[in-house]
């Protein structure tokens, strides 16, 4: 028998049963119906959207819709909208009939405690969900009882629950909350969080905002895809990473409100997880017991240990939270959103893009405008059509693309052993040095300015005991001599020639500062600043090698992949 919960229905209750199959009502004992494997409430706007197909007005039923689907469950009665081409051409009318009523709030509200007394059967099964968070959380705090205690707040439905369930785990509301500010949610989620703020004044919050222009960055680098989706590096986890620097040397425990089943890749997420350097990328036990699962040797942001405790709740399970203990929420799930982040992101389902064009029509309409703008400039032959059918979401990599990233080779200097030169455009400066710390540590009694040499010591897990890098001021050239290198001098000159790639073109995006396991980089986009401190860092290579064979996130962005089935090349495009 299959014990995981599924969303059921009872005919003679009238509510929905969350619950293993073959089980009964606990209700009234009677049979239950199988509906769907999770599901979500739907609010008054979206109702006003079915009733613009047929079915409505819709203001006492019970009314579910199965996550990741088409279907409605009215009263237990299957529904659905019609496809999704169909509402394409419906928006303008949609939201016309929308607007033609203005009683959605009042509606909610009456919607709110109806839902509230149909989940009422189902407190049991969340009793036990919030025991076994209860005990994860406060087992991850004495796992990493030295660490501050910071909760990641989105503002969507998952961190609204972790941050409450956290602070009910530990009986403090004193917790540091971080809202990664991408600059890109919409009007509801900003509202959200400063109501959030002003009802918890004990909540110490911090506003990670990011310093580039999104659409500035989109003319250069095309939008973020879903293959490609640089934005989350640049606009939530840089940003972050610059305010936990700000801590020094404190390390943090962070609670995240990601689940399973949102998405393939988060599915194969743990429980907890946190960088160390001597084993990056590896997967450890915490302790004998099960409370806190597997453990990734490895963030997404150095400074950091990560623990999910509602990683594997369902959609279902965090609406039975909030509703049961009427915590707020962001408004804009009440307009039919399912997922609450950026309103643009090229994960956002068809149904997200369709909600974007009836409640923020200007956004959209501008934001149509720049991908037609780009499907125009890499020479698509119908570039409305392109992104009308989506194909800007499955773009992957630069094709079309000018990428000022490509180009820079390394030659051998004539008869010199273990030397190669590299030409680049910039004129050398006083910035180069900071591209050139994670080669070694620069030894300024060894290095002899007026040649322009730097000397740069190897650490001990480097492949080298020494460079010499020759970089006179004002030069375009930069040459490297391996002093006693413990691998091919070509398979070493990779490196070389990714810094030098960096240190040419580094829009200071703050992924390196973002990937970095120790928090040596600094990174400052409106002072154009990017620092190494030495002294931090380990010479790792993270930041060198984390973004693949191009060495830099940008870059990777930008490099076409890809030249038969079953191979993937990068190919170098001219320069701008």
Known sequence: MDLEPLFHWCEICQHPVYTARGNSCPNCGGTIKYLATDARPVFARERRILQFYGHGPLTTEAVWRASKSRYYYINGKQVTLPASEKLKNDIPAIAEYIRDSDHYDALDQQLIR?????LEVNKPHLLELEDEAFQFIQHAVNRFSRRLILVSFSGGKDSTVVSDIVRRALGRSDI?????????????????????????????????????????????????????????TIFKAGPINNLLQTLGDQKVLTFYGIRRDESQRRSQYHKVSWNDPDRLGTVVKVDQGDELNGVTVGAKIGQQATASPIIDWTEFDVWNYMLSYNVLF????????????????????????????????????????????????????????????????????????????????????????????????????????????????????????????????????QDWDALIVQAPDNSTSLRFTVINP??????????????????????????????????????????????????????????????????????????VFGKSKGTREIIPLKQL
């Open 330 to 461: 962001n408004k804009s799930y009440r307009l039919g959103y399912s997922r609450v982040g950026c309103w643009l992101c090229p994960l956002n389902s068809e149904w997200s893009e369709m909600l974007a064009g009836i409640f923020f029509p200007e956004d959209a309409a501008r934001w149509r405008v720049q991908l037609i703008d780009f499907a125009r400039r890499i020479g698509k032959p119908d570039p409305e059509e392109y992104i009308d059918d989506r194909g800007w979401v499955k773009r992957f990599g630069g094709a079309g693309l000018p990428n000022r990233f490509s180009g820079l080779e390394a030659k051998p200097c004539g008869d010199m052993a273990n030397t190669v030169q590299i030409e680049i455009e910039r004129p050398v400066d006083v910035e180069l040095e900071e591209f050139l710390k994670p080669l070694g540590r620069i030894i300024r009694d060894r290095c002899r300015p007026a040649l322009g040499e730097i000397y740069l010591e190897g650490r001990r897990n």
């Open 176 to 232: 540091l909350h971080v809202f990664g500010d991408t600059t890109l949610e919409d009007e509801h989620t900003y509202d959200y969080v400063r109501t959030f703020q002003e009802e918890n004044p004990l909540i110490p919050f911090f506003n990670a905002r990011a310093e580039h222009n999104f659409h500035e960055l989109v003319e250069e680098m095309g939008p973020p895809s879903r293959v490609m989706r640089w934005c989350c």
């Open 486 to 559: 413990k691998q091919d001098i070509n398979r070493l000159t990779w490196y070389f020639k990714q810094q030098s790639t960096k240190f040419q073109t580094c829009i200071q995006c703050t992924a390196c500062s973002a990937v970095c396991p120790q928090g040596a980089i600094t990174i400052k986009p409106e002072q154009r600043i990017y620092e190494i401190d030495q002294n931090v860092c380990t010479g790792c290579m993270e930041c060198v090698t984390h973004f693949g064979s191009t060495g830099c996130l940008v870059a990777k962005s930008l490099s």
């Open 114 to 118: 109806d839902y509230q007394r149909q």
